[in-house]
Structure formats: structure tokens, C-alpha cells
């Protein structure tokens, strides 16, 4: 249980990885949040019920700007 003000939201929550990390292992490349969901580096997640959720990076968009003909 949560014990941070204001409360972590659940794993069932859309925001999850939102919640503070309690324990955290960057040379293995993955935290363990406050309410269970372990997040790795990848964005990837595993749920506490033990559900996988993908990576999930956001898209990278280029933007090119239009030059106008002098």
C-alpha cells in the first residue's frame, strides 16, 4: 500500500508509471514502482496480476520546414 502524499496511483490506473520508485536498478535497467508495476528502461513493464505491457516509446517525428521560393 502507498504510503506517499498524495497517493501513487494504482497499477490498474492508466498513469502507473506515474507512482515513485522505491527501488531502483539502473545496471540491470529496471525499478520496482510503489505499487508494484516494474518499469524498465526500455518503457516496457511488467503489472502486478503479471500482465506484460510493450515498450512503448514515443513516436520520433522529423520536421522539415517549407521554404518559400524568393
Known amino acids: ?8 496511483p494504482s497499477a ?3 498513469d502507473h508509471d506515474a507512482a515513485k520508485v ?4 539502473p545496471e540491470q535497467g529496471w525499478s520496482l ?3 508494484g508495476v516494474v ?3 526500455d518503457t516496457g513493464e511488467i ?3 503479471r500482465r506484460v505491457v510493450a515498450p512503448h516509446r514515443p ?4 520536421w522539415t520546414p517549407i521554404h ?3
Not at 22 to 25: A, D, E, I, P, T
Request: net charge negative.
Open 59 to 62: 513516436a520520433i517525428r522529423f
Open 12 to 14: 490498474s490506473d492508466s
Open 47 to 49: 503489472l502486478p496480476d
Open 22 to 25: 522505491v527501488s531502483s536498478h
Open 1 to 8: 500500500m502507498c504510503s506517499h502524499s498524495p497517493t501513487c
Open 39 to 41: 518499469l524498465f528502461e
Open 33 to 35: 514502482l510503489c505499487n
Open 68 to 70: 518559400s521560393a524568393a
